[in-house]
């Protein structure tokens, strides 16, 4: 199986960069939907349709729950019954195309083509173009609040480089350097998190206080995934999230638990477990899919036995 480049799908590191590191490669479609007078691609009612994966961090932006959902990672597509592949739409929309073939991907039902596929530009896409064809609750959901745009864009930043991406980097590393280097970073941005949530930034449940934002849906993604994936599979073992970041952790369970129908009831954990661990051969070639943790993700009053004896020390010394 390959990308539409020369290296195998498996080859997440060019096999001739000796510097061993995980470099993504930059989204090649980048047009957008805008309400602006004239615009390529104007906001319609089913114009559009969005492919995601509940098992992809980038996809899981935009994942709604279905009922009906058959558990497995692949669902008929319905816009075009003969194709078995994304890559089949890659090059439907570009036939040279080089890249590799990932989601989300915005495409338009009108001129048969891909918009873009770039998570972070069509989730602002989703929640600011399209808001007078929706219900009137929907649209007074402001991810973006003009008073915290600098800082959110800000934490998204490093957030994407050091966590988001960070995982990747340590995982698909070919090198100890590399592994290290990009590990120790990605531990030192949680702690980086952790003392915010911890700090008088905060004030509230979420990343920036009392009001969900665009920061908390982006750094969810890598992290409801951390514990069950990516401290074996990518080897990101310093520390997991359930005993090693308490603030992080009651913000993870607060939006899994709390937030149901945004956040527990599109997390698919069957589908995170088993997409990594049966698609990266040069990680696991066997396949195997590991059974813990257990649970995959903990009540929101319960902690790991060893947070509990530690809490109930501490308690008990006063």
């Not at 960069?17 to 309400?35: A, H, L, N, P, Y």
């Not at 906001?43 to 492919?51: E, V």
């Not at 073939?101 to 915005?106: A, E, G, S, Y």
């Not at 957030?159 to 120790?184: C, H, L, M, P, R």
């Amino acid at each position: 199986m390959a990308t539409g480049g020369p290296n195998k799908i498996s080859q997440w590191v060019d096999p001739a960069d000796k510097s061993g590191e995980f470099k993504r490669s930059i989204s090649t479609f980048r047009e957008r939907i805008s309400t602006t007078e004239g615009a390529k691609y104007a906001p319609a009612k089913d114009r559009y349709h969005l492919y995601v994966s509940y098992a992809c961090p980038w996809g899981w932006h935009f994942a709604s729950a279905d009922n009906h959902e058959p558990g497995d990672n692949v669902t008929p597509d319905p816009l075009h019954p003969t194709f078995t592949h994304l890559r089949e739409m890659y090059f439907q929309a570009e036939p040279n195309y080089k890249g590799r073939f990932t989601v989300p991907v915005l495409f338009d039902k009108k001129t048969a083509t891909i918009v873009n596929n770039e998570s972070s530009e069509i989730i602002r896409m989703m929640y600011t173009e399209f808001d007078a064809l929706l219900p009137e609750k929907y649209q007074k959901v402001v991810l973006l609040p003009k008073e915290l745009e600098r800082s959110i864009d800000e934490m998204n930043e490093w957030v994407y480089n050091d966590i988001n991406n960070g995982v990747y980097k340590s995982g698909f590393a070919t090198v100890q350097e590399a592994y290290e280097k990009a590990a120790k970073q990605l531990f030192h941005s949680l702690d980086r998190i952790e003392s915010h949530l911890t700090s008088s930034v905060s004030r509230g449940p979420y990343l920036f206080g009392e009001r969900l934002t665009e920061a908390d849906i982006r750094l969810y993604t890598t992290i409801v995934r951390f514990d069950v994936v990516y401290v074996q599979h990518f080897k990101c073992n310093m520390r997991d999230i359930r005993s090693g970041y308490p603030a992080l952790h009651r913000w993870l369970r607060h939006l899994y638990w709390k937030e149901d129908k945004a956040f527990r009831s599109t997390t698919n954990f069957y589908h995170i477990k088993n997409h990594y661990t049966k698609s990266h051969p040069q990680i696991n070639p066997h396949g195997v899919t590991p059974v813990g943790p257990v649970p995959d993700i903990l009540p929101m009053e319960e902690e790991v036995k060893a947070v509990e004896a530690a809490v109930s020390a501490v308690r008990s010394s006063k």
